[in-house]
C-alpha cells in the first residue's frame, strides 16, 4: 500500500507530522517491531538539515530505522568530510546506507563468484599476467534539457569517482575472509588507500559537440547549445583516465576508466587485457587474451581466446567463449539493481554500500584533478555527438599498452 503525507523537509515540524502520519497507520498492524525507512533522493544541498529533521522529528521508536543516501556525497574530499561527520555525529554506520546502484548490477554482484569461485582465474590475476584493466561507461544521448544540473557535478563526479571506482574496486582486492559487509569493505578500502591521487597528465577531458546527424534529433545540440548550460562552461562531458594501484598484485598495471556522454553506443564493461604469449611459433601473432564483463547492456561474461583457424594451415584464430546472459538463461528475470539494494537494506545487508572510510580515500584520489580542472579552467577537448569521444583518448590509452 502507498501513502503521501505533504509537509516542509527542512523542518523537524514536517516531520512531526510524518512521525504522526506513520504511527496511524503503523496502529493498523499487530507487529511489534514497526521499521523505517528513510530514502534521501534530495539535492545534497540540505542532506544535513533533512538528516537532522529526521532524527529529531519521525525517527522510530519501535523497530529500526535506516536512512538510504543517494550521491552524490559531497562534492569533493572537504564537503564530502563535512556530510560524514554530521552524519556521524547523529547516526550510527550500520543505520547509513549510502547507495550506489551499480553495486547492484547482476554482473557487479557476479564479479565475487566469477573472481574467487574459479581456480582457473586466481593464480593468473596479477600483474604478471594481466597487461591492463580497462572500465567503459558510454551513453548515446547528450545532457540537453538537464545541462544545468549537470553542469554543476560533470562526467567525472557523476560517473568515474563513484560507479566506475566500485567496479575497479570489486575488480582489484584481495579476496575477502568472508561475505560479511565489514570483511569486503575492509577490502575495498585497501585497494583505494593504495592509488594516488590522479594527474591532469594522466586524463584526457572532452565535450561534446551537435553533430547533426539525419534522424537523431539529440544530434542537433552541442553540451553549451543547453540554455542552462553556460556559453563559457568547462565542465567535461567525457573522461578517460588511468589510475595504478601500488601494492603486490597490481603493481604497474594501468586502470584506465573511461565515461562519456553523448557517444556512439550505449555500454558499460570491465576489458580485462592479458599479456601476448612469449616466444610465439606461429606465422602469425595470436592475439591477447581477453576476459570481458559486460554489466549494462545485455548482461554477459566471455573471454577472448585464440585456437586453430579451420583449414590446413595452423594459424590462430581469436573466437569467444561467451556467456550471454539472454541466451544462457532465456526467461530467467534479472532483479534492478535498486530493487536488490533496497531489499537488502530492509535485510540490514550493507555490503553493497559505501562506508565512510570508502568515501574519503575516494575523494582523495579524485579531488586534486577536479579542483585543478576548475581553478585553471582547462579546456575539455570537442568531439562529436555519437562518435568514440576525442581521439586523444585512444592514443592515451595506446600509449598505455592496450
Known amino acids: ?61 519501535k523497530g ?23 552524519l556521524s555525529s547523529i547516526y550510527k554506520e550500520e543505520d547509513m546506507y549510502r547507495i550506489d546502484h551499480y553495486l547492484g548490477k547482476e554482473m557487479v554482484q557476479n564479479m565475487m563468484i566469477l573472481r574467487f569461485g574459479n581456480r582457473i582465474y586466481q593464480p593468473i590475476w596479477n600483474r604478471d599476467n594481466i597487461d591492463t584493466i580497462k572500465i567503459t561507461f558510454k551513453e548515446p544521448f547528450g545532457t540537453y534539457g538537464r545541462g544545468g544540473y549537470f553542469d554543476n557535478f560533470g562526467i567525472i563526479r557523476d560517473i568515474l569517482q563513484n560507479h566506475l571506482l566500485q567496479v575497479l574496486c570489486m575488480v582489484a582486492m584481495e579476496k575477502p575472509v568472508s561475505l560479511d559487509a565489514a570483511d569486503l569493505r575492509d577490502e575495498k578500502v585497501k585497494v583505494l588507500k593504495a592509488i594516488p591521487p590522479i594527474e591532469l597528465s594522466d586524463s584526457v577531458l572532452g565535450q561534446y559537440v551537435a553533430s547533426n546527424r539525419e534522424g537523431i534529433e539529440d544530434s542537433k545540440y552541442g553540451y553549451k547549445d543547453d540554455e542552462t548550460v553556460p556559453k563559457d562552461s568547462v565542465t567535461p562531458t567525457f573522461a578517460q583516465t588511468v589510475l595504478f594501484i601500488k601494492n603486490e598484485r597490481w603493481d604497474g598495471v594501468p586502470f584506465i576508466l573511461k565515461a562519456g556522454k553523448a557517444l556512439d553506443e550505449r555500454k558499460c564493461e570491465v576489458r580485462i587485457q592479458f599479456r601476448e604469449v612469449p616466444g610465439n611459433i606461429f606465422s602469425e601473432t595470436p592475439q591477447r587474451n581477453e576476459l570481458v564483463i559486460r554489466l549494462q547492456p545485455d548482461e554477459a561474461v566471455y573471454m577472448k581466446m585464440n585456437i586453430k583457424k579451420p583449414g590446413l594451415y595452423t594459424k590462430p584464430l581469436c573466437a569467444e567463449l561467451d556467456v550471454t546472459y539472454k541466451d544462457r538463461f532465456d526467461g530467467k528475470r534479472l532483479p534492478d539493481a535498486y530493487e536488490r539494494l533496497i531489499l537488502d537494506v530492509m535485510r540490514g545487508v550493507q555490503g553493497s ?30 568531439y562529436a555527438h555519437g562518435g568514440r569521444g576525442p581521439a586523444e583518448a585512444d592514443a592515451f590509452a595506446e600509449k598505455l599498452g592496450y
Open 1 to 61: 500500500m502507498l501513502s503521501y503525507c505533504q509537509g516542509p523537509y527542512d523542518q523537524v515540524s514536517g516531520f512531526q507530522k510524518l512521525d504522526q502520519f506513520c504511527i496511524d497507520w503503523e496502529s493498523q498492524s499487530s507487529s511489534k517491531h514497526n521499521n523505517r525507512i528513510f530514502y534521501l533522493a534530495l539535492p545534497p544541498s540540505v542532506f544535513q538539515s533533512v538528516t537532522s529533521c529526521i532524527k529529531e522529528g519521525a525517527w522510530g521508536k
Open 64 to 86: 529500526w530505522s535506516r536512512v538510504i543516501i543517494e550521491k552524490p556525497f559531497g562534492h569533493d574530499s572537504e564537503s564530502s568530510q563535512v556530510l560524514s561527520d554530521h
Open 353 to 382: 554500500f559505501v562506508r565512510s572510510d570508502e568515501l574519503k580515500e575516494a575523494w582523495r584520489i579524485f579531488t586534486p584533478l577536479l579542483h585543478k580542472i576548475e581553478k585553471e579552467k582547462i579546456e575539455p577537448i570537442d
